[in-house]
Structures are given as C-alpha cells and as structure tokens.
C-alpha cells in the first residue's frame, strides 16, 4: 500500500524554525516527484513546494520562498521541509503528496497532514 | 494561475446530481485535477487529466472540460460525499481552486 506519513510539527515561535519529515513506503520513492500543500485553518488548499525525484530541482511558492527549504533522502525515502523565520500566518496542516507524471500531473496520495502552530 | 470555482457553498439531497464548475484565468488545456477533502482526512484525488476518473473512485463522480472551463458531476450524490472539493490546475506552479463545500 502507497503511503506518507509526516512527522515533526507542533508548536513553533514567531521567527522560529521546526522541520518536517514525510516517511514513504509502498512505492519507489526515488523515481517520483514530491511536494507540501498546506491548509490554514478555514482556509483552502495552497501548494508550497516541489522538489524533482533526483533532488537536483526544487522549486516554492512566493508565500513561502526565501524561507523554507524542501529536501529529500531516497536512501531513507524521506521527504522532508526545513521552515525558518516563521510566521503567524504559517500556521496550517502540512500535507506530504506525491506527484505522478504521466499525460499530465497530478497529486496522489497525500499523507494525513502535520500540524504546525506558529504563536508566542 | 488563477483557479475560480463555484458555488462556495451547496446543500443538496441524496441522489441529486451535483455539478460544481471550475474556470482557469488562463488556458491550461486538459491539466486539471478535483479532490475531495473530508474533514480531518487526508485529500483524495477523484479526477485527473479533467476526465480520467481515479482507480477505485465512484463512477458517480465524473469530470469535463479543456482550456479555462471545467466541472465536476457527481450523478448521484450520496452521504459519503459530504466533503469539499477542490480543482487545481498543474499547467505550471500548482495552485488549487477555493473550494466547494457539499452539505447534504
């Protein structure tokens, strides 16, 4: 069974930092793409970043560019997203999802999401 | 990319058919996925390519549409779909719709 479990949020300070790992099983991590969607609470769904099945590209959303950094381990099929200088309006779920790259793309599965709580 | 779905919001009946409608500020030819999210649960993916419905997704739920103007049907609606669905286009940097909010 295809599966991805985040791990490492909780409760963070303003201008603080937290990382967050997404642990992969069931598939072969290395030959797919990788990326965090996060939802803020009563808010929509908004894509933050993307890393390439290699690694070698990474690519974020202006929200959040400058500040957090997408990394990945094939060797420990780990996903994982360092955040710094945090911010209030960082506060949401964190969802770990893996992209398939076919005909077109999509995002499939997602994993059960990581809360992170920005507040002093 | 902009993504506009509508309505916000819809209270319908079981076995009602359901249709939610998603319009790209660009052409974003057929790269545009929907997902039903329930509350407290991960996302799921039900459409992909605008058409493809997902292995082991209802046939109820269907998907249309290419360049800026797409929709989701769900023929029959079912209390199991009480949820909120979201577009997102992947024509370039992803970016989701602001979601539909089924209420039964």
């Known amino acids: 069974e295809v599966e991805l479990v985040e791990s490492g949020g909780g409760l963070a300070q303003p201008g603080g930092s937290l990382r967050l790992s997404c642990a992969a099983s069931?598939?072969?991590?290395?030959?797919?793409?990788m990326n965090w969607v996060r939802q803020a609470p009563g808010k929509g769904l908004e894509w933050i970043s993307y890393?390439?099945?290699?690694?070698?590209?990474?690519n974020y959303a202006d929200s959040v560019k400058g500040r957090f950094t997408i990394s990945r381990d094939n060797a420990k099929e780990s996903l994982y997203l360092q955040m710094q200088s945090l911010r209030v309006e960082d506060t949401a779920i964190y969802y770990c999802?893996?992209?398939?790259?076919?005909?077109?793309?999509?995002?499939?599965?997602w994993g059960q999401g990581s809360l992170v709580t920005v507040s002093s | 990319i902009q993504m506009t779905q509508s309505p916000s919001s819809l209270s319908a009946s079981v076995g009602d058919r359901v249709t939610i409608t998603c319009r790209a500020g660009q052409s974003i030819n057929s790269y545009l996925n929907w997902y039903q999210h329930r509350s407290g649960k991960a996302p799921k993916l039900l459409i992909y390519g605008a058409s493809n419905l997902q292995s082991g997704v209802p046939s109820r739920f269907s998907g249309s549409g290419s360049g800026t103007h797409f929709t989701l049907t769900i023929s029959s609606l079912q209390p199991e779909d009480f949820a909120t669905y979201y577009c997102q286009q992947t024509y370039n940097n992803p970016t989701f719709g602001q979601g539909t909010t089924v209420e039964i």
């Open positions: 999802v893996r992209e398939v790259q076919l005909q077109s793309n999509w995002f499939d599965p």
């Open positions: 890393i390439t099945a290699s690694g070698r590209t990474t």
């Open positions: 069931g598939f072969t991590f290395s030959n797919y793409a």
